[in-house]
Every structure is written in C-alpha cells, then in structure tokens.
C-alpha cells in the first residue's frame, strides 16, 4: 500500500490525468481537482446565492454530482468549463425550487382563503442581509469591488442571476436562455435591465 | 480570461455596448472560501448517493417510471443521472401523474376514498404531498388496471376510460403550470394534452 501511494505522488499530475485517475475512482486525484477548482466555485456560489453558508453548501452537492457524473465527462472541453457549468445547473436548480417553494408559503401563509393562488412569485432578494453578505465577500475575495458586488447582489433575482452569468461567468445569451429556461430576448432585457440598476446604484 | 468562460465578455456582436462602462473586470473570479469542505465532500463519496425517490414515491410512480425509461435508483458511480429536481421532460411527465389524482379516483373508481383538500391553508407541504402521492398512484394504478383488461372491456367503456384519464391529465398539466409558472414545460405539457384531445371524439359530450 505505501509502494501504491508514493508510485501515485510521483506521477505527472496534469488536470487530464488527475481527471482520468478520478475517473478510475481515485479519491485522491479528485481531490487535487477539488482543490484546484473549489475557490472558483464557491466564488461563483456566493455570489449567485448571496450567502456564504449556502455557498459552501452547494460546493458540496455541486464537487458531489461531479463526483457521480465523473464518467459523463469526455474530455471535449476542460474539466474547469465542465465543472463550472455543473454547478452552474446545480445553483440554477437550487434557485429555482426555492422560489417555488416560497411562492408555495406565501400562498399557504399570506393568502386568504378562496384567493387567486396565482400570486406573483416570493422574490428572495427581499430578504437579503446585506451588510452580512458584503462582510462573506469581503472576507472571501478581498480584491473585488465592494461596491459593485453590492450593487449585483441589490438586484432582483432573475436579472441578478443573468448579469453574474453573462457578465462575470462569461456565458453567452443564448446559453444563458438555455440554462434559465427561457428566451434570449428576455436574458438580454434582464440584463439591461441590471446593468441601468448597477449604473444608478454606482452613481449615488 | 480563463477558461471558464465559454462566452466573451463585452462581446461586440452580443452585448450592449454601453455595458462597458461598468468595471466588471474588477470583480474578484476566485474566492478564498472560509471553510474547507473537502471532508463532506468525501463523506458524500464514500456514502454513494442515495435515490429519494425511494422515499417520495409509490410502487405505481416507480413502475411506471420504468416503463418510461425513468433512471432507476442504485445507479453506478459514474453512471450520469437526471437531477435531483427534475428537468427533463419525462421527468415533468412523471411528475403530471402524481399530480394527477383525486378526480381520477372519483370519476373512474367512483370511489370517496381519496378526496381532493378542500383548503390548502390547514395542509404542511409535506401532507400535501402525501396527499398527492396518494391520490397520483390510484390514479396511476387504476390507469395501469384499465390497460390490463383493455382487451375484455366494452369499447365504449374503455373509450371512456381514455377519456376521462386525458382529462384529468389535462387538469393535472394546467395546474402544474400554475404551480410552475417560469418554466416552460409544463405549458408544453399542457398544450399537447390539450391538443390531443381536441384530436378526440368526446365520447362524453357535454356531459362533462
């Protein structure tokens, strides 16, 4: 076993191997993997979810679910632009059932009786904590700009959510629609929409 | 730009070009997270994940499930599995029947067994869904008894029968739709139960 783990420390430990090890169930080169890409990722987690906890929360499900769907990896983009548009899913999955779920309280709680039930849905942005969240990101990635982060996480949900994943992720529109489930002219409203907020936001 | 990112920003041909002014190039891409979570992280590999539908849903769902193609639970380590929340279609199509039940139950069976909640504001979440479970496998399974005696039923009877179970799986789909209102599946849902119906003679008339 010692022969085993010194011949693993010698190997040439590139990400297309350590990917290929993990592959072959090496928990210790998916580790590495984990170690590379888990800054990235919980960077992308606490600022699409606001809340640091949660952030390290959804690292797991989103380092799990890679874990599981290791061998649905080919190799036709880096394991990197993989892993991120995993946990983009993932996050996006995260968002969404939890709006449903707080369309389904604000029904059941705030409703009268024999009401519409179609009420507009719950926007969680409303109960951001944002002194709080300014403190996680600052604490977590001291070289951004405080500001602007503020002004990113002020935003309503869906607008929020398309600006991060077009204008700090780099996706483009149409894959933007394809991951929100909805049409690229409403992504590119969203996001001008965010965009004129941030420019009020930044000029007060 | 590393290579996370499969877009361009400030992209010429995509983006609005007043976007510039906004120092988005200033945001940190990388984190220094306060917390390592490697060791939940191997928890969760050496556990293996475990398939919750075991726990949410019937003999019927699963069994149709698998006559569905639905993934089944216990899946090998690296084999791909649909999300936990669902996107597929056919995971939407699982989803309508469970959905689908107290009326079913009524008209079919007759039956005052499973009867729809009156009100939701007495009702948890999670009785609400036992509820629907409930009512969704006598749906499913009085749907699967129809199928198996098709052969020895009156045509009219069994006419019937399909009739009244695109009903209430045309109810089920508009309900669903307003249960998930930003999603578009549903709606497609919907639209293709309905159209297919339309497609039927209505062997009730206007009796419905």
């Known amino acids: 076993m010692l022969a085993t783990a010194l011949d693993m420390r010698n190997r040439d430990d590139g990400p297309e191997d350590l990917v290929r090890r993990a592959q072959a169930g090496d928990v210790e080169a998916f580790e590495a993997l984990y170690r590379d890409h888990y800054p990235r990722v919980y960077a992308l987690g606490l600022r699409m979810l606001r809340d640091g906890r949660l952030a390290e929360e959804l690292s797991v499900e989103i380092f799990a679910k890679a874990w599981e769907s290791l061998g649905s990896f080919k190799g036709r983009s880096a394991f990197g632009t993989w892993l991120h548009r995993l946990g983009v899913n993932q996050i996006l999955n995260y968002l969404r059932t939890e709006r449903r779920r707080h369309a389904r309280i604000t029904i059941v709680a705030d409703l009268p009786e024999g009401s519409d039930l179609r009420e507009a849905p719950h926007e969680p942005s409303e109960r951001l904590d944002m002194d709080a969240y300014a403190r996680d990101v600052a604490r977590a990635m001291p070289d951004t700009r405080i500001d602007l ?9 869906r607008a929020r959510e398309a600006l991060i994943l077009h204008h700090v992720e780099g996706y483009k529109y149409q894959e933007i629609a394809d991951l929100m489930g909805t049409k690229i002219g409403t992504v590119k409203a969203q996001i001008h929409r965010a965009c004129a907020m941030i420019r009020e936001a930044l000029a007060e | 730009m590393n290579d996370y990112r499969d877009g361009n920003n400030g992209n010429t041909t995509q983006g609005p070009p007043n976007d510039r002014d906004i ?8 984190a220094f997270p306060p917390r390592d979570v490697w060791s939940e992280v191997r928890a969760r590999i050496e556990a293996g994940e475990r398939d919750t539908r075991e726990f949410t849903e019937g003999p019927e769902q699963r069994s149709l499930g698998t ?17 936990a929340f669902g996107n597929g279609l056919l995971r939407i199509a699982a ?7 107290g009326a079913a139950v009524g008209w079919m069976a007759r039956s005052d067994t499973v009867g729809p909640p009156t009100s939701v504001n007495h009702l948890s979440g999670a009785s609400m869904a036992e509820h629907v479970q409930t009512a969704g496998s006598h749906y499913v399974a009085t749907l699967a008894l129809l199928a198996e005696q098709r052969e020895e039923l009156d045509p009219d009877e069994l006419e019937a029968g399909h009739e009244v179970a695109l009903a209430t799986l045309s109810g089920a789909t508009y309900e669903l739709t307003r249960l998930l209102p930003e999603e578009v599946e549903p709606d497609d849902l919907h639209q293709a139960v309905e159209a297919h119906r339309q497609e039927l003679e209505v062997w009730f008339g206007t009796e419905q």
């Open chain 1, 149 to 157: 982060e503020r002004a990113i996480a002020a935003l309503p949900d």
């Open chain 2, 23 to 30: 120092p988005f190039d200033e945001l940190s891409q990388r």
């Open chain 2, 67 to 83: 006559r569905a193609g639905l993934p089944q639970g216990g899946s090998s380590r690296f084999e791909p599995r649909r999300s």
């Open chain 2, 95 to 101: 989803t309508l029947l469970i959905f689908a039940g």
